[in-house]
């Protein structure tokens, strides 16, 4: 039985002479739901497309289930938000829901859809042009597709990008009633906060800190914000 859903052992990952990963290990258990903290250029977003499988590493052993990422296995239970994330932009939004849970294999394509765009308050927009979506609608439709086919693993960056407070909520319980693991890039404190229990911070291409978020605010006084502990934890990596 395979109890972490998420594993990295000893990943390093350069581009030309750039170090991005160096000697990096992860382990997520199943269910659990975890943020990505990090500067920018940390490697995050890195992180996330070799969990994917769209990058390789130079070496180490990345798992999700038990299931290389470039696998059948793995691509059936990701689902995976880039950020900046870019439908179909010649399709509907209806049709790129309903295109995608095709080739996911879906029986019930239609219903999965017509559920997604109520749920996204999309469905005024069902016939609209990709491009010609706000970016705001743009996001929720990426959102939709990126979890079409109900996947076992959640791979998040940035995902409440562009989205107004009252979506950001809506989006939130979305993400919450999800029965996933999930890992959440992000550099804003209050969405960690809002989509996950558990933090991984990232520096200079490891992980330089892992624990709940409880465990992060023990490491503060009172009167000291979320933001500056973490901050204290990147800045003083050597």
């Known amino acids: 039985m395979v109890n972490e859903c998420i594993l990295m052992e000893g990943i390093t990952k350069t581009y030309d002479k750039n170090v991005a990963l160096s000697n990096m290990n992860m382990r997520i258990p199943c269910g659990e739901r975890y943020a990505l903290l990090g500067p920018n250029g940390a490697g995050k977003s890195t992180t996330l497309k070799l969990l994917v499988g769209l990058l390789f590493p130079d070496q180490g052993e990345i798992g ?18 880039p950020e900046d994330a870019s439908p179909y932009v010649n399709l509907s939004v209806r ?7 095709s080739l996911r294999g879906l029986s019930d394509i239609r219903e999965r859809a017509d559920d997604l765009m109520d749920t996204l308050d ?5 016939k609209y042009k990709v491009n010609k979506l706000s970016r705001g609608n743009r996001q929720k ?22 989205l107004d407070i009252p979506t950001q909520e809506a989006v939130t319980s979305l993400f919450n009633s999800l029965d996933a693991t999930i890992l959440c890039s992000t550099h804003i404190m209050s969405i960690a906060e809002k989509l996950t229990e558990n933090i991984l911070i990232i520096a200079k291409g490891n992980v330089v800190w892992s624990g ?7 490491l503060g006084t009172e009167e000291e914000s979320v933001e500056h502990i973490v901050s204290k934890l990147m800045v003083n990596v050597r």
Do not use: T, W
């Open 64 to 81: 999700i289930m038990g299931n290389d990422p470039r696998s059948m296995g793995a691509k059936e239970i990701i689902g995976y938000l």
């Open 95 to 101: 049709e790129n829901l309903e295109y995608l849970a």
């Open 122 to 126: 999309l469905r005024e927009y069902e």
């Open 141 to 162: 439709l990426s959102i939709g597709l990126s979890i079409i086919h109900k996947p076992k693993v959640v791979l998040l960056d940035e995902p409440l990008n562009y």
């Open 212 to 218: 709940s978020m409880n465990d992060l605010r023990s």
